[in-house]
């Protein structure tokens, strides 16, 4: 369509059954399913003597919610090394992990990056003679913080032995 003479910018659909999974600039899955991505940042609500008409609200820290991917596919055995890792004592790594949203045309339509995730549960899905590829039936990840950007990879780079990540929400 055009307006006053020019042609706009057609709508760019977001879908939501294409997105993957990326970690440490690589794309390791592709999930049916993501679930839990949110945050819920804690509030005290204070009142000032002789002001009845409203309250103060003070902002406190945020709380990120764990987030389930299921039905997942791929090649890599990248998950399973992770949770074996983690379910060893000493070895256990936090990385930064990227949902990415595509659209119709396949372009990154949004990123969520879960900042120094841990898998802290995972399920094999029913094992099938005719599958040739590692499936995952479901992957739950806890995590410290979150970025939200419009493009690929949101400048996500492996976390450094002794460096604590800060969580943020853009």
């Known amino acids: 369509m055009s307006q006053n003479g020019q042609a706009s910018p057609e709508l760019n659909y977001v879908t939501a059954n294409r997105f993957y999974v990326e970690i440490e600039t690589q794309i390791t899955a592709s999930f049916s399913e993501c679930s839990g991505l949110g ?40 998950f399973w090394d992770w949770v ?26 949004q990123c969520w990056t879960l900042k120094a995730a841990i898998p802290i549960a995972w399920k094999a899905p029913a094992l099938q003679a005719n599958s040739n590829t590692v499936a995952i039936e479901e992957l739950t990840l806890a995590y410290e913080g979150l970025k939200i950007t419009k493009s690929k990879g949101g400048g996500v780079q492996e976390l450094t032995p002794g460096r604590q990540p800060s969580g943020f929400i853009m």
């Open 39 to 78: 945050v819920k940042i804690k509030k005290e609500t204070h009142f000032e003597g002789g002001v009845n008409d409203y309250q103060r609200v003070i902002l406190g820290q945020a709380e990120f919610s764990d987030v389930t991917l299921k039905r997942g596919i791929t090649d890599n055995l990248v």
């Open 84 to 109: 074996t890792k983690t379910l060893t004592a000493s070895q256990k790594k936090r990385r930064h992990v990227n949902i990415l949203l595509f659209n119709q045309a396949g372009e990154t339509m």
